[in-house]
T-cell receptor, first 114, second 111 residues
Framework: NAGVTQTPKFQVLKTGQSMTLQCAQD?????MYWYRQDPGMGLRLIYY???????DKGEVPNGYNVSRLNKREFSLRLESAAPSQTSVYFC?????????????FGSGTRLTVV | EDKVVQSPLSLVVHEGDTVTLNCSYE??????LLWYKQEKKAPTFLFML????IEKKSGRLSSILDKKELSSILNITATQTGDSAIYLC???????????FGGGTRLMVKP
């Protein structure tokens, strides 16, 4: 079982460049999430998709956009990368709305913006 | 606004010690509390606690939910270097669209 697959695992961008982080799950989960994790800050929610066809802002959405392409895929786009977006990004999914029985996480993307 | 606070922020112990990690929460319409262990990669699931399952145990790890005090503890006995990780607490709400995470406790176990 693949679970949640994120690509790429590592990326270095120059300030102003754009990129898309891909996430796909094969568990038929309804809800998907994008988090960033910075040292000492815990996990902060960027965007989420409660179900196919819907997306909503989380705690730190500025500078990001998302697309819920279908039930399996939820991508995160940085239109013009900034050094403040250097972080580790995690995609997660859950069968139940709100993840009340837990998330399944992807392995993460380590992004550095120089 | 839902809130989850973990303490301590970090902890250094020696192998064989017992540790207790704390998680307190303020959540509208509480449904579940989850503990995760994060080593170098993604968080991995440890326990889920609910009103109908307030105590869980797996090997040297155990966790208790205190609904009256709105808190939970994670105990690790006879710690090993492999227990070194960040431990995350998260709370789920019937009224919410996502889990609310605490800031984590970083545990380091020295040989």
């Amino acid at each position: 079982n693949a679970g949640v697959t994120q690509t790429p695992k590592f990326q270095v961008l120059k300030t102003g460049q754009s990129m898309t982080l891909q996430c796909a799950q094969d568990m038929n989960h309804n809800s998907m999430y994008w988090y960033r994790q910075d040292p000492g800050m815990g996990l902060r929610l960027i965007y989420y998709s409660a179900s196919e066809g819907t997306t909503d802002k989380g705690e730190v959405p500025n500078g990001y956009n998302v697309s819920r392409l279908n039930k399996r895929e939820f991508s995160l786009r940085l239109e013009s990368a900034a050094p403040s977006q250097t972080s580790v990004y995690f995609c997660a999914s859950s069968a139940q709305r709100g993840g009340i029985y837990g998330y399944t996480f992807g392995s993460g993307t380590r992004l550095t913006v120089v | 606004e839902d809130k989850v606070v973990q303490s301590p922020l970090s902890l250094v112990v020696h192998e064989g010690d017992t540790v207790t990690l704390n998680c307190s929460y303020e959540v509208t319409n509480f449904r579940s509390l989850l503990w995760y262990k994060q080593e170098k990669k993604a968080p991995t699931f440890l326990f889920m606690l609910t009103s109908s399952g307030i105590e869980k145990k797996s090997g040297r790890l155990s966790s208790i939910l205190d609904k009256k005090e709105l808190s939970s503890i994670l105990n690790i006995t006879a710690t090993q270097t492999g227990d070194s990780a960040i431990y995350l607490c998260a709370v789920g709400s019937n009224a919410g669209n996502m889990l609310t995470f605490g800031g984590g406790t970083r545990l380091m176990v020295k040989p």
